[in-house]
């Protein structure tokens, strides 16, 4: 999760935790109540400027309706207190303006202490009714502030994909929300506390266990809480607010308590996930084991069957062996031997592939060379086959790793050859194109079907008909692993002039310049 994303979420979640404690937390500011109270005067002088225009053209009740009309339009506006202010405030100035004898509080008919009492009783419901309304709206509002909040929390947690990055998306969430500095701990293995997330100042572990624990990181202004999953603590987030209030009030530690949950929640499935893989990655490498071992030692029996067998029989001294059969049993057992190398090269190069040691040196290659040079190491299995070999004109060099290269060509070689029938052409073409060279090898054999073209170069994987014929289900790996590793791509496709296959490999353009001559003879890089 990159760290733009992990401040917005920081930053949305901070708005609105500022919406649910900025209305509660130590309470209005003096400016705030100083600006109610000047609001309730307003609407009560505004009242009495009204009535005393109407007061001929309008009757007495008419006008307490109009004063009792401000103070429940302001009990709308402003909180209990100031409300209650101004229906007192309306009172008075009833009395003093509209009551005879006219601006003085003195009041020579009793009955006007009915009407006060009225005016002052109905101000009063009206006040408290209106703030009842506006906590029960705030505190829905309230509701749906830190709903959002979580929801955005979890989302983000829900996208980080290891324990890093999930602290790092929490201690972000957490120092924009509450204004703090955040230092998220994770256990290590041996139970010890190690920070991967910090944001603002760094804060030491110091979980709050015990009633000493506890007293000191509220000396400190800090507060330690511990990361619960189902198998124990996983570890501790460590919050120290920067404002002197901090999470003084009760809804904000609640939120806090619940935020820190979901970070607990999240970090339980990343690592439950983790340890699915792990079980999941030991269970395929062993089944991986258990069936290269199978087949390996199939395909190591045979020739090695053979190689016994002539060499024996070559050692028997007793036996009257003609010239020409020596001669034959002498390259049985130099054929196998090379088949024996050529199954042990695929090892070596599928656990260098595996164990990430893959190093291609690029140097400028004749590709006609590489082409010979996987083509004699064949062996006997290219005997009385008919190899076709196009190389474009075009093409004089090309930069590759040619111990790669002519393994690749090998492997695909073999491959076409064990699936062709008898005197059937295999024709190997190298061709350019725009993205790069390309090189093809088409054989005559049953082709592959389409639903298996995608898994055809999987480790392990042979087709459906390949029937008795042998193989370990690791050439073809292995020359998509050596390809890509140039930067190229392979592919396999059905040849469109009769049964067959197409296997097609492209290596990039290389940026190096070409190696050129200089006018002394020398060699020297062409600009």
Same mark, same amino acid.
């Given at each position: ?11 949305? $979640? ?99 202490? $009915? ?65 703090? &500095? ?5 256990? &290590? ?288 790996? $292995? ?17 469109? &002039? ?30």
């Amino acid at each position: 999760m990159s760290s733009s994303s992990s401040g917005s979420t920081a930053g949305g $979640i901070s708005a609105i935790v500022g919406h649910l404690t900025g209305t509660t937390r130590g309470g209005p500011s003096l400016g705030e109540r100083l600006g109610e109270h000047a609001l309730g005067a307003l609407a009560v002088a505004l009242a009495t400027a009204l009535v005393w225009l109407i007061r001929d053209h309008v009757a007495e009740p008419d006008r307490v309706m109009v004063f009792l009309l401000a103070v429940g339009l302001v009990a709308f506006r402003v909180r209990l207190g100031p409300a209650l202010v101004t229906a007192l405030l309306s009172v008075a100035a009833y009395d003093l303006f509209f009551v005879e004898p006219f601006f003085t509080f003195a009041v020579d008919d009793a009955r006007y202490m $009915i009407t006060f009492v009225v005016m002052a009783s109905v101000g009063a419901v009206l006040s408290s009714l209106t703030a009842r309304l506006r906590l029960q709206a705030r505190q829905a509002r309230d509701a749906e502030a830190r709903t959002a909040a979580l929801y955005q929390l979890s989302h983000e947690l829900v996208a980080a994909d290891d324990a890093a990055a999930l602290a790092t998306t929490a201690a972000s969430a957490i120092a924009g929300a509450f204004d703090a &500095d955040v230092s998220v701990y994770l256990l &290590d293995r041996e139970g010890a506390p190690s920070r991967v997330a910090q944001r603002g100042a760094a804060i030491e572990a110091r979980p709050a266990a015990g009633e000493g624990a506890a007293g000191e990181l509220a000396r400190r202004g800090e507060l330690g809480l511990p990361l619960i999953g189902q198998a124990g603590e996983l570890g501790v987030v460590m919050v120290r607010p920067r404002a002197s209030a901090g999470l003084d009030d009760a809804d904000a530690r609640r939120l806090l308590g619940t935020f820190v949950g979901q970070i607990a929640l999240a970090l339980e499935r990343t690592r439950l996930a983790a340890a699915h893989q792990e079980a999941e990655r030991i269970a395929e490498v062993e089944r991986l084991r258990s069936t290269l071992l199978s087949s390996v030692s199939h395909d190591l029996r045979t020739p090695l069957g053979s190689i016994m067998g002539s060499a024996t029989t070559l050692l028997d001294r007793d036996a009257q062996i003609e010239a020409s059969t020596r001669r034959e049993l002498l390259h049985a057992i130099h054929d196998e031997a090379d088949r024996l190398a050529r199954l042990l090269n695929n090892l070596l190069a599928m656990t260098r592939i595996e164990g990430g040691g893959l190093q291609v040196r690029r140097e400028w290659e004749v590709p006609e060379e590489v082409v010979g040079a996987a083509i004699r190491r064949l062996g006997a299995g290219k005997e009385g086959r008919e190899l076709r070999v196009t190389i474009a004109p075009e093409i004089e060099l090309v930069a590759f790793d040619a111990l790669m290269i002519e393994l690749v060509l090998i492997n695909l070689l073999d491959n076409a050859l064990k699936y062709s029938p008898a005197g059937a052409p295999i024709e190997v073409e190298v061709r350019g194109a725009p993205e790069g060279v390309v090189f093809a090898i088409r054989d005559r054999g049953p082709g592959v079907p389409a639903d298996e073209r995608g898994r055809l170069f999987d480790k392990l994987y042979r087709g459906a008909g390949v029937g008795e014929i042998a193989g370990a289900g690791l050439g073809l790996a $292995i020359a998509r692993a050596l390809v890509e590793a140039h930067g190229g791509a392979i592919r396999v496709a059905e040849r469109g &002039d009769g049964p067959g296959a197409v296997f097609e490999f492209t290596l990039p353009n290389s940026p190096q310049p070409l190696p050129g001559v200089d006018d002394d003879g020398g060699v020297s890089e062409a600009s």
